[in-house]
């Protein structure tokens, strides 16, 4: 069965420093695998996407993941973080084509960016 | 402005009573979900529907029915409330792949979230 782990509850870095928020999935097949975003008091927002091709790709707001098929991780992250980007983060996974609605999120990680 | 709305924000009900959570999207999307989130867990499926006046059941259907009457409109119900069921709703849209109908959640609007207690 396809499933999807955030091993952190939290994450805590400061202004300015590179962040990485981790996920590790396990699927059948070649995964599709999601990053969202929720802020207070908001829905969750798509954040990028890998399906195929390179292995590391970009998203919104200067965040990208880094796909690794050997250790099954999909991690989150940023250069230089900011304030702003605290928030709770949420990877994902589907595992086509019978994957279908099953896309399964993760336990989400908390981001604290102090400044 | 486009995007997911649910009503209401907030609920508490006291433990054998009814509700119907409404979901309203104004994008024409054919695909509609309904999840719960809970401490210590990821989003899980309650229902969806792939169009008006179908719907399916997800990941965590008991104690729960939905109706599609409307292609805009996707309620939730609890016929019972149960304490188990305090948690935070999320409705959810998309478009779909129109070669595998798969959903394209890249694309997804989720909705703002009902907090529901049941006490």
């Known amino acids: 069965a396809q499933s999807v782990a955030q091993p952190e509850d939290q994450v805590n870095v400061a202004e300015g420093n590179p962040l990485t928020v981790k996920c590790t999935y396990s699927v059948s097949g070649n995964p599709y695998l999601f990053w969202y975003v929720q802020y207070p008091n908001r829905g969750l927002q798509f954040l990028l996407k890998y399906i195929t091709g390179d292995n590391l790709v970009k998203g919104s707001y200067g965040f990208e993941a880094e796909f690794n098929k050997s250790q099954t991780s999909f991690h989150l992250k940023k250069p230089s973080a900011l304030v702003s980007d605290s928030a709770l983060y949420f990877c994902?996974?589907?595992?086509?084509?019978?994957?279908?609605?099953?896309?399964?999120f993760g336990a989400g990680t908390r981001l604290f960016v102090k400044a | 402005n486009a995007g997911v709305t649910q009503t209401p924000k907030f609920r508490v009900l006291k433990t054998g009573q009814s509700m119907t959570l409404l979901c309203a999207q104004d994008?024409?999307?054919?695909?509609m979900y309904w999840y719960r989130q809970d401490p210590g867990m990821g989003l899980r499926l309650i229902h969806y529907?792939?169009?008006?006046?179908?719907?399916a059941k997800g990941e965590v259907p008991d104690g729960y029915n939905v109706s599609r009457l409307k292609k805009q409109n996707f309620l939730l119900g609890l016929e019972s409330a149960a304490p188990s069921q305090t948690s935070v709703y999320f409705c959810?849209?998309?478009?779909?792949?129109?070669?595998?109908?798969?959903?394209?959640?890249?694309?997804?609007?989720f909705g703002q979230g009902t907090r529901l207690t049941v006490v």
């Open positions: 529907s792939v169009g008006e006046g179908t719907t």
């Open positions: 994902a996974v589907r595992d086509p084509p019978t994957g279908g609605f099953k896309t399964i």
């Open positions: 994008m024409n999307h054919e695909y």
């Open positions: 959810a849209s998309s478009r779909f792949s129109s070669g595998t109908l798969i959903p394209l959640m890249e694309q997804a609007f």
